[in-house]
């Protein structure tokens, strides 16, 4: 069974509709916020990655490290909260520090699993992600382009090459040329929409299972223990719709509720 949409960004039933719904567009503010937002964090990141890297030969810089693992914890949250605008913000958990002491502090953050995602996410995968998103919003822009040809097409003066004067799509230039080509661009935008509603999906997908806790395998059978029942934890062994009641020689037993004969 495939995985639901965000539901910012599930697309109508009809694809001639997707061009008009909202699913494409605000996929496509996820998708261009990236090279800005994410290349900001990509440096931010990196350059504070290396300055630790640098700093933890020494040790009387062991604050200014702590530091520059707050800086990539900041720059995660800033793109856990970017999702905002496609889906709900990623959650996350951090290791909590329950020794005293800086040396101690700096351990539980240098080798807190959360934080080594955050590292593979703002410095490993954002070339791949950036060149996902850049194919998919030039595909999108493009297409944008050619519906839109002959409202601007005579504003385009191409002095040489293939869509020069002579050249073999000189034809572009003309008012029969552009509409021809915007009615092929409307014929193609559906999919060009579906593209970016799937490289955004993607993206997001990505984030999330980087950037978000780890799912516990033993969560189901905590559940158990911590709930009522005869496996419960709880303390008073007390089991919730089923009471005790006392007997002559002190020990309980459960009341029979069922029928006779």
């Not at 990236?34 to 990141?45: H, I, M, R």
Request: glycine share 10%.
């Amino acid at each position: 069974m495939s995985r639901p949409a965000p539901g910012r960004l599930r697309p109508p039933a009809s694809l001639v509709r997707l061009p008009l719904s909202t699913a494409p567009w605000l996929a496509a503010g996820y998708l261009a916020t990236y090279p800005l937002v994410g290349g900001a964090l990509f440096a931010v990141a990196t350059a504070a990655f290396v300055g630790g890297v640098v700093l933890s030969q020494f040790t009387v810089t062991v604050p200014l490290i702590i530091g520059s693992v707050w800086v990539i914890r900041s720059c995660a949250q800033v793109e856990r909260g970017r999702a905002v605008l496609v889906d709900r913000p990623i959650p996350y958990r951090y290791s909590e520090v329950t020794e005293t002491g800086l040396p101690a502090h700096l351990k539980t953050r240098c080798t807190d699993p959360a934080f080594a995602r955050d590292c593979a996410y703002l410095i490993l995968l954002f070339p791949p992600l950036l060149v996902l998103d850049l194919f998919a919003l030039v595909v999108w822009l493009v297409s944008l382009g050619c519906v839109t040809l002959p409202l601007w097409y005579r504003a385009v003066e191409v002095s040489g090459g293939p869509a020069g004067p002579h050249g073999t799509f000189s034809w572009v230039h003309t008012l029969p040329g552009a509409l021809a080509l915007a009615l092929v661009a409307i014929a193609l935008l559906p999919f060009a929409a579906r593209l970016l509603l799937a490289t955004a999906r993607l993206h997001l997908t990505v984030a999330q299972a980087v950037l978000r806790p780890p799912r516990d395998p033993l969560a189901q059978a905590k559940g158990v223990l911590d709930g009522p029942g005869p496996l419960s934890t709880v303390p008073g062994g007390r089991r919730t719709g089923t009471s005790t009641e006392p007997t002559e020689n002190g020990e309980t037993h459960e009341p029979n509720i069922g029928r006779a004969g």
